[in-house]
């Protein structure tokens, strides 16, 4: 895996935001995003089929699988959302919780861009 892991990886970003509250009687709140954190990571597309399958309940117009080293797991999951060349997605989250795999020294999640 580490070889693969050179030789196919390529560079996102993870994205970190921070909540503030813009009117206290609403509690509504926006997101001020902070600087982001280049890693490398293997991305592959997923089929429409895949997604489904991989993310049940989802409906997404576009979906990646990525693999990164797991001392960036903290990262992850507090990610606002990763972009990948010049696309924003955001992580898959099932019961208020980032869905994703550890795999030795790796971790494999799901990314999609939400369908609007």
Not at 64 to 85: A, C, D, G, P, T
């Amino acid at each position: 895996m580490d070889n693969l892991f050179k030789e196919k990886s390529q560079k996102i970003r993870i994205i970190l935001a921070m909540e503030q509250e813009t009117d206290p009687y609403e509690h509504t709140v926006d997101f001020i995003e902070l600087p982001s954190f280049p890693i490398s990571a293997i991305v592959t597309d997923l089929t429409a089929t895949k997604a489904q399958y991989a993310m049940p309940g989802i409906s997404v117009d576009s979906a990646k699988e990525i693999i990164i080293e797991k001392k960036y797991e903290s990262l992850l999951l507090k990610s606002y959302r990763i972009k990948i060349r010049n696309d924003y997605f955001v992580g898959w989250i099932q019961n208020g919780k980032l869905q994703y795999r550890i795999e030795g020294d790796y971790l494999r999640a799901y990314v999609y861009i939400e369908k609007v």
